[in-house]
């Protein structure tokens, strides 16, 4: 069974600032995909960043990018120039290669101050 | 386009009483997910249909939980009677039927249930 951990649960940081939120994960598969969602307070749980583990090349979006670490099983997220819009709750989440289901981690609150 | 619907949004029952969460997924997903997400947790999958057919339940509890999705369009999740633990919020979400992660799943808001 995939477990995934996600070792702070909560982060601030300034308006403006970078800031990485950490995720390692258990598998025995080779091949798969790792995510991040955000779940702000409204609750709607929204896809920020996806990676495929055969690509060695980290996965950007915009303000977001990752660190993965294959070797290590390791899926951290740096988010640059923080926005009071990124508050929110942040999921780690793996995928099998061929499957459906999301295996997600506790989540980190991330809390962005003016 | 729309999203994914769902309705109530929040719903508060006594213990043993029945509650029912309504599902409208995103026009053309065949694919559709029910997750249970605890309070400070993680959501987890509870049933997933592709289609009319319920593909993935094992982590349904078939004692008082069930769910339909008879036309292949929108979901019902009934749980009946409803205990203290089952407070939670219930999310949906709808994808199109390609092969993992290629599959993005759309949330919908929840429906946050409160048994007192």
């Known amino acids: 069974a995939q477990t995934v951990t996600q070792s702070q649960p909560e982060m601030s940081v300034q308006e403006a600032e970078t800031v990485t939120l950490s995720c390692t994960y258990d598998?025995?598969?080779?091949?798969?995909?790792l995510f991040w969602y955000k779940q702000p307070p409204s609750r709607q749980m929204i896809l920020v960043i996806r990676?495929?583990?055969?690509?060695?090349q980290n996965a950007t979006e915009n303000r977001f990018s990752v660190n993965f670490q294959k070797a290590a099983k390791s899926f951290s997220l740096k988010i640059s120039d923080s926005q009071l819009g990124d508050t929110a709750m942040y999921f780690c989440a793996f995928m099998k290669l061929y499957g459906n289901k999301l295996v997600f981690g506790a989540g980190t609150i991330l809390r962005v101050k003016s | 386009e729309a999203g994914v619907v769902q309705s109530p949004r929040y719903k508060i029952i006594e213990k043993k009483q029945p509650v029912a969460f309504w599902c409208n997924p995103i026009?053309?997903?065949?694919?559709l997910y029910w997750y249970l997400q605890n309070l400070g947790q993680g959501p987890e999958l509870l049933i997933r249909y592709e289609n009319e057919e319920a593909v993935d339940d094992s982590q349904l509890p078939k004692d008082r939980f069930s769910a339909e999705r008879l036309k292949g369009v929108d979901s019902t999740l009934k749980i009946q009677p409803a205990e203290l633990g089952d407070s939670a919020v219930y999310l949906c979400a709808s994808s199109l039927s390609l092969i993992g992660g290629q599959n993005e799943q759309f949330f919908g808001p929840g429906t946050r249930l409160t048994v007192l």
């Open positions: 990676q495929e583990a055969y690509k060695q």
């Open positions: 598998t025995s598969e080779n091949n798969y995909y």
């Open positions: 026009s053309g997903h065949n694919t």
